[in-house]
């Protein structure tokens, strides 16, 4: 806990780790394979407003993308947020 409080960003699966980076405030992407009712649609967490949630694509319909592909979005969106906040 001490040193994911250290973090920049945790990018976790939906697993206790997410939830205790969540707990602590810590900017977090979750990896989840569909939307949980939690987010009530939002890829939002309400407990947890630090967590970003970022779905295998299944809302668009169709088949959902695979978890590569779904890290390939999460990295482009990190990649993108930090250059951003670089600037």
């Known amino acids: 806990a001490a040193l994911m ?4 960003v945790v990018v976790s699966a ?6 205790l980076a969540g707990r602590m405030n810590v ?5 989840v394979s569909h939307t949980t009712w939690v987010g009530f649609g939002t890829l939002r967490r309400p ?10 694509g299944t809302e668009r319909g169709g088949e959902p ?8 979005r999460a990295a ?3 990649t993108s947020s ?3 906040a670089a600037s």
């Not at 409080?5 to 920049?8: R, Y």
């Not at 407990?47 to 295998?56: G, H, N, Q, Y």
């Not at 993308?65 to 390939?72: G, K, R, Y």
């Open 5 to 8: 409080g250290e973090l920049d």
């Open 14 to 19: 939906d697993t206790a780790v997410l939830a």
């Open 27 to 31: 900017p977090c992407v979750g990896l």
């Open 47 to 56: 407990l947890f407003p630090s967590i970003e949630v970022m779905t295998r």
């Open 65 to 72: 993308e695979d978890w590569a592909d779904l890290s390939d």
């Open 76 to 78: 482009a969106r990190l």
């Open 82 to 84: 930090y250059h951003s």
